[in-house]
């Protein structure tokens, strides 16, 4: 009786993990999105000052365009980062 309820909560203990992980990699999906947007208009003004040999401009672009590159490749690979998206992953894979 008791291991049942052991397993009944790892159960659940699981699946609010693996909610809270793909709520995670969600959130920082819309976190990338929203500075690729908000990006988008300052994007000639930036170009043109780190091409005049601004280096704040030019480090404003750098962290700017890395940071949506790590939102967005956080994404791309959630399963290998986050693990309980793996687990699940790879037992799609067998079924």
Known sequence: M???????WRVRWARVRRGGELGLSGLLLVVGILLSVA????????VSGTLAG?????????????????????WRWRAAIYPELRRDTSQEEIS
């Open 39 to 46: 990006l988008l208009p300052e994007l000639p003004g930036l």
């Open 54 to 74: 601004d280096g704040e401009t030019a480090r404003t672009l750098f962290v700017c365009m890395a940071g949506i590159a790590v939102c967005m490749l956080q």
């Open 2 to 8: 008791g291991t049942k309820w052991i397993g009944t």
